[in-house]
Nanobody, 123 residues
């Protein structure tokens, strides 16, 4: 049974940093491309960042480029999202997801999802 479990969310002030983690089990982790998405109340689920199976390639949304960094540790079966210079508009539930195949920004192309972790940034 595949499980993705996010952690690290919380309430922070604008300008602060957080690191989200997503621990995977039940899948050949290094074979999966991993992505982070976020969903604010009343909005669609948006792409944040993605990383290749080896970790050599990454992609990130323009809105977070230069502030957020995605990385992974295949030995620990964990993917991370380092979030710096947080803004109130980053407030959302953050989800990690896994897919086989190339990296993608389309949430519909991801097969497995975590339960999400709330990030709230106050101004």
């Amino acid at each position: 049974q595949v499980q993705l479990v996010e952690s690290g969310g919380g309430l922070v002030q604008a300008g602060d940093s957080l690191r989200l983690s997503c621990a995977a089990s039940g899948l050949g982790f290094s074979s999966y491309r991993m992505g982070w998405f976020r969903q604010a109340p009343g909005k669609e689920r948006d792409f944040v960042a993605a990383i290749s199976g080896s970790g050599s390639y990454t992609d990130s949304a323009d809105s977070v480029k230069g502030r957020f960094t995605i990385s992974r540790d295949n030995a620990k079966k964990t993917v991370y999202l380092q979030m710096n210079s947080l803004k109130p508009e980053d407030t959302a539930v953050y989800y990690c997801a896994a897919r086989v195949g190339s990296m993608s920004r389309d949430p519909d192309e991801y097969r497995y999802w975590g339960q999400g972790t709330q990030v709230t940034v106050s101004s």
